[in-house]
């Protein structure tokens, strides 16, 4: 043991003696990957027939920077300069890389050029200008040296530029060997924090530096990772191509975005047995009710004539008796009808007021979730109130808020003292009718006169919507609202923000919105339908 650790010195020292005493000569050429986790359809013919002794000259690297570009398939576009880069550190320092290896190993289009003309210093500038003219992105990231605690973290999927400039790779081995390494855990600590996979990477120098002689010489770099590779989608995992790490599993099996009809009879045979005691249960209910409300009838208590009426009476004739038999008989008929009409209406009434109570839409809409779960997946979530991004993006022009456990304690019609800065900044960038609140309780047909709904209006100065539906089913008088207001006629450019799944976000998803979760209200929600919320479509963050 002791033998070999003194031969790996012998060789390490001959290499700092061979390194220090060869002569340096100028960098005329730059090594360059390029790899996008999304497949780029048609790039790779710039592989093949492709020499490593050959020279990219500048503009033909531009073009095919800018042709994988074209697609916009990346969630995230990072532009890293090493100033310093050579060909020779993807192969003395191959080791010193494993992360980047594997990044390019997942990669469904990945380049490679050992030689590419020096590139000018403002060449990542013109490339991320032709970006942000091609693809929406939502921001622009910018870090220096290598200090990973620069990196802002985001939690939503909208796309970024992130434009990395490294170090400046120092000459001397041994500093140069720890300083790879140490790029190798940068980059990975970077892209561990971007919340989506789908990534499209340019890596190279636009900072020349002087070179050993040797590094003029052909050689490939990472050989292994650009052999044999096929335009497919990799990452695909339904197709025939080996897992990375994990087994191909979908969350939820045979989920389509075909609409169900509840008398389908695949769907009538899956869910039988829930259908059949939604009936029973209903049917029982309407039943205790009909029972509570022939309890409620009074009696009706014939007058009985009293002894001195009996006295005093003459006994009437077979005509008088004839006329008075049909009078009863009118006024029984009548009385019936009047009573049958009173129970109905009694009936009636009993039934509005508990279907209001406990939100027929909701409750119908909470069954498709049974044939289409994604109606429950939020666009971003956030844990509170406090941590919502503001702006949502670009495209956003209008809000609806909930109200009770939002950004309201349940029940108060004011804003939770700890959200008082962000309520303020979240009014200042949608004013005026851009902002609404839409709650199922004030505004909706539970709130008489609206009194409450005017309450709040007057307290926090945001409108309230006034409907007739509860939530989710209410989305049509929120695009009138807006449509009216002149803010906007497309629910793409609506956000719905709330911490209900069943409702809030579920109505985001059927108008087509941006939803947002508020995962953790000012109160924590105890009912049942929070927990199990919670429970299937909660995924801890």
């Not at 919340?195 to 070179?211: G, K, M």
């Not at 005026?432 to 004030?442: D, E, F, Q, Y």
Request: glycine share 4%; with cysteine.
């Amino acid at each position: 043991m002791l033998l070999k650790s003194l031969v790996s010195w012998v060789v390490f020292l001959f290499l700092c003696t061979v390194e220090c005493t060869e002569e340096l000569v100028a960098q005329q050429n730059v090594p360059a990957i390029l790899f996008s986790h999304r497949v780029s359809p048609g790039l790779l013919r710039y592989q093949k027939n492709y020499e490593p002794r050959a020279t990219v000259q500048v503009e033909s690297f531009k073009l095919i920077a800018k042709e994988l570009l074209d697609f916009c398939n990346s969630d995230a576009y990072i532009f890293i300069n090493v100033p310093g880069l050579r060909k020779l550190d993807f192969v003395d320092y191959a080791d010193e890389l494993p992360f980047l290896q594997r990044y390019v190993n997942s990669s469904s289009t990945k380049l490679k050029f050992e030689q590419v003309k020096s590139l000018p210093s403002d060449t990542y500038t013109e490339l991320i200008s032709y970006t942000k003219e091609k693809c929406q992105f939502e921001g622009h990231i910018r870090l220096s040296g290598n200090n990973s605690d620069d990196f802002s973290a985001y939690i939503d999927t909208g796309k970024r530029i992130i434009e990395m400039n490294y170090s400046l790779l120092p000459t001397e081995l041994s500093a140069r060997n720890e300083s790879i390494s140490h790029f190798d855990k940068y980059l990975r600590e970077i892209l561990a924090q971007i919340p989506s996979p789908h990534h499209t990477i340019f890596i190279t120098s636009l900072e020349p530096q002087l070179v050993p002689e040797k590094d003029r010489e052909t050689m490939e770099i990472l050989p292994e990772l650009f052999k044999d590779v096929k335009d497919v989608e990799k990452n695909n995992m339904k197709l025939n191509v080996a897992p990375l790490v994990h087994k191909y599993s979908p969350k939820f099996h045979v989920v389509d975005d075909v609409q169900v009809s509840i008398f389908d009879d695949d769907f009538l045979q899956n869910y039988k047995g829930l259908l059949s005691g939604i009936v029973v249960v209903s049917v029982g209910y309407i039943g205790w009710l009909v029972t509570q409300q022939l309890q409620q009838q009074p009696s009706r208590n014939e007058a009985k004539p009293s002894h001195e009426d009996k006295k005093l009476s003459r006994k009437p004739t077979e005509d008088e008796k004839d006329t008075n038999n049909g009078k009863e008989k009118e006024e029984q008929i009548s009385d019936a009808v009047s009573n049958a009409k009173g129970f109905i209406a009694n009936i009636r009434s009993v039934l509005e007021r508990k279907a209001r109570a406990m939100n027929l839409s909701g409750t119908v809409n909470a069954l498709r979730v049974l044939y289409k779960p994604s109606l429950c997946t939020p666009k971003v979530v956030i844990d509170t109130f406090n941590q919502l991004p503001i702006p949502i993006n670009e495209k956003i022009k209008a809000i609806v808020l909930d109200k009770d456990n939002c950004f309201a304690y349940p029940k108060k019609n004011e804003v939770w003292h700890e959200y008082e800065d962000k309520w303020h900044s979240l009014k200042e960038t949608y004013p005026g009718r851009a902002l609404l609140i839409v709650s199922n309780s004030a505004g909706s047909s539970d709130d008489v006169g609206y009194k409450e709904a005017k309450h709040i209006e007057d307290t926090i100065g945001v409108h309230v919507l006034r409907h007739t539906v509860k939530k989710p089913g209410c989305r049509e008088e929120i695009l009138e609202y807006f449509k009216e207001h002149n803010i906007t006629n497309d629910p793409q450019e609506i956000a719905v923000i709330g911490d209900r799944l069943f409702t809030d976000i579920m109505m985001a998803n059927l108008m087509g919105a941006y939803g947002v979760w508020v995962k953790e209200g000012v109160s924590p929600a105890t009912g049942i339908a929070s927990r199990i919320e919670k429970g299937l479509f909660g995924p801890s963050r």
